[in-house]
């Protein structure tokens, strides 16, 4: 068997049949389908258990989050390479065909393709221009410079050896998929940027609906911030890889603050705990050779404003 896919769900009734059709459908036929069930009370079992495809392998356990269901399926997989797709999101239908193809030709550990973001009210593309091999620190800069690449695995073909010693942590709740990939990285010899969109990310809902605010910024310290500290602090990453984390945190801590400012009965503990963020990691930000000067003023407005 050439691929796992790995589809973690959680309460998807909406979506997960149209995830999981989207893979059935590809014009890629040697892969099994791994379906997580991760505790849903909302018939998402139920849907998944009406397929018959033998290559579709069912697992359903209790409620314990995104990063043990996908640790349960690295457990089961036997593919040759192992990829991932969220149960609100679904694949082109050559998704499976051009990144295992792409693998083959080129002997790379880790395929990366481009991606839509689907909103509620259109699509964007998030895509190189150009396919071809890329190093880690242009990875690590792209994460800080747009989302072609980013930290997620929903957009990734890994070869399963570079990735058997891997696991999600289950102590994070945010950058657990980053914490994975830049394991990967660690591990892979090479790495290729396939130039096509071949997978829908759908942020579709709202996000102020859908998120309380509050519990996000009054949780900055262990949810953003211990993230992406953990991947420094157990990666060893020093140097640009380094500083490239520290400014995701100062990117981040910026944008909370900006929110959060706008919200009423705000928490002067939380402020503090963003200008504390945004202090210490700002020095690597704007002395970066990798951020331009517009963006560096705008980062300033922001801070003043």
């Known amino acids: 068997m050439k691929v796992s896919v790995i589809v973690p769900i959680y309460n998807a009734s909406r979506t997960v049949k149209r995830c999981v059709e989207s893979i059935l459908n590809q014009t890629y036929a040697d892969f099994e389908l791994l379906l997580i069930d991760d505790g849903s009370n909302d018939g998402s079992l139920e849907i998944c258990q009406m397929y018959t495809d033998a290559r579709i392998k069912l697992y359903t356990h209790a409620n314990r989050g995104v990063s043990y269901s996908r640790n349960f399926g690295l457990a089961q997989a036997r593919g040759e390479y192992i990829t991932f797709c969220d149960a609100d999101d679904y694949y082109t239908e050559d998704r499976l065909e051009k990144t295992v193809r792409a693998a083959v030709d080129t002997g790379a550990d880790i395929v990366i393709c481009g991606h839509y973001t689907v909103y509620p009210k259109g699509i964007s593309e998030e895509c190189k221009k150009r396919s071809g091999f890329v190093n880690q620190a242009y990875i690590f800069e792209s994460m800080i410079k747009n989302h072609q690449i980013g930290g997620f695995c929903w957009n990734k073909l890994f070869r399963t050896e570079t990735v058997k010693n891997l696991a999600f942590p289950t102590s994070l709740t945010h950058h657990e998929d980053t914490y994975f990939f830049v394991g990967a990285l660690k591990n892979a010899r090479s790495i290729y940027s396939y130039a096509e969109c071949l997978y829908y990310y759908c942020n579709t809902a709202d996000y102020s609906a859908t998120k309380d605010l509050n519990r996000i910024i009054k949780d900055h ?34 944008g909370l603050k900006r929110r959060y400012k706008r919200e009423k009965g705000k928490n002067q503990e939380v402020i503090n705990s963003l200008n504390d963020d945004i202090k210490k990691n700002m020095g690597c930000y704007f002395a970066s050779a990798e951020i331009g000067v517009l963006a560096k003023m705008r980062s300033l407005i922001k801070m003043i404003v």
């Open 221 to 254: 310290q262990s949810v953003y911030t211990a993230g992406l500290q953990k991947i420094i602090r157990d990666y060893d990453l020093q140097g640009k890889e380094q500083a490239c984390f520290r400014m995701l945190i100062f990117i981040t801590s910026l």
